[in-house]
């Protein structure tokens, strides 16, 4: 059992980006990991639907490749969760292409341990049927239907299956969905740090340098754990971590600020203390893990809603503008009656209307919905059942925004205008998460599989 256990975060995403110098900095105090969360549900659901990646392959092979050179030099390992975005299982295969051309061309030998997130449907319908499944805050009526017709469900690992995959002494760990905090957590438990100090420096490790002040660009974070207490420092030497910047970074895609769930137990860092050591490092103690009842692993699943088109334009016209909310009403009940006499009845179609400069961002929720500018921007949403469907409406969206009347001008007008020839542009198919679930397993790898390879 260590003393103190050094870890080394590289960034908030694998692809976002780090300094070289900060991460020569970070491998020159001798980690005994470094450790990158590589996905998130932030962006949307059409990373987990297409199995696409919300970096580019140019941005994540530049950052693999800087990491794997660094944890070799140390022959220390790489631990990587939620591969590609999503954490799909194509989405760690393609981690994995690229680990193997970047032992080939650097002339190294890599061995790989994985492990896999996307979940077996009739699992799933024997866990729901089972009473397994318990639903999360404002989660959606979940059905043995839902699950059917769910492109694709992954599970959200703990610490277990990192600490599983590290069984093989491999050099990187290419993990699916996986907590964030798991991926910094599990070496540390395994060296018998308490568990409210590891899954407390998880939280504050997986989005790198993002707890320190006036952060520049996302970058490296280092953190020292003990027994009873860990210190936190930022590699690059123009930012500081502040009792203030550590502390709130807890706050950070939390509904709780002081009560954290992760797959095994809630941590309470209700107690935790925040001190600095240094005008950038800052000590924390106080937090403590409450283990689960029942180990419980999160659900996230995707379905197609329809084919999204989007049109974009801006009004100036100060008589359009002040009556903006009739108008926009009136446009509604133009393209409803066109609509109905040409694609009929039965057809299942929205249409959304954002006012930027007015209520755009919030929506119901602004609480200052009056316009002040002399000029809005509108964006058009059609939700349709197709991509014909969509252009349909589109055609017909536009020619009613573009000369609907208002009562003060008697003549024929010219009210939006589109930037875009075509004025609408096609998003392709839309998706939607359909699960806010959680699972019990029977035990905590029984969700996931395991490999290795060698390259």
Known sequence: MRQQVRILSATSVLGSGFSEDSLKCGIERDPLFIGCDGGSTDPGPHFLATNETA?????????????????????????????????????????????QRIAREEALSIKAATFYSEQDKEYLRNKLFNGRFTALNNAPSVDA????????????????????????????????????????????????????????????????????????????????????????????????????????????????????????????????????????????????FEAASEYTVKLEGVERIGWHTVTFGSIRD?????????????????????AASVIGAGVDWRLLVRIYGKDGTMGQLEPTPVVHSHEI?????????????????????????????????????????FPYSPAHLHRGDLFRFNMKHVVTPDTPLEMFKFGTATF
């Open 145 to 288: 239907a839902t699950i059917d017709r769910s492109i694709r469900i992954v599970g959200m690992a703990g610490a277990e299956a990192f600490q599983k995959a590290l069984e093989s002494k491999p050099d990187v760990v290419i993990g699916g969905r996986a907590s964030d905090s798991a991926i910094f957590a599990a070496l540390p438990l395994q060296e018998g740090i308490p568990a409210g100090i590891c899954w407390h420096a998880g939280k504050i490790l997986e989005c790198g340098a993002a707890a320190a002040r006036r952060r520049k660009t996302p970058d490296c974070l280092f953190a020292a754990l003990e027994r009873d207490h860990f210190v936190v420092e930022p590699l690059d030497p123009d930012l500081a971590c502040t009792p203030q910047s550590v502390a709130s970074h807890a706050l950070y895609e939390n509904a709780d600020p002081e009560r954290l769930a992760e797959p095994g137990g809630v941590l309470n860092i209700a107690d935790a203390r925040y001190e600095p050591l240094s005008p950038r490092a800052v000590k924390v103690s106080g937090s403590a």
């Open 377 to 417: 921007a509108l964006v058009f949403e059609i939700l349709a059942p197709d991509r014909e469907t969509a252009t349909t409406l589109a055609s017909m969206l536009r020619h009613q925004a573009l000369h609907l009347p208002i009562a003060k001008w008697s003549g024929l007008i010219t009210s939006v205008a």
């Open 55 to 99: 970096f580019s392959e140019r941005t994540r092979y530049r950052d693999l490749r800087l990491l794997v050179m660094a944890a070799k030099s140390k022959r220390i390992p790489l631990l990587i969760g939620s591969c590609g975005t999503a954490g799909t299982n194509a989405q760690v295969d393609d981690m994995l292409r690229l680990l």
């Open 318 to 338: 100060p008589f359009i503008v002040a009556e903006i909310d009739d108008w926009t009403a009136r446009l509604r009940e133009a393209v409803d009656k066109r």
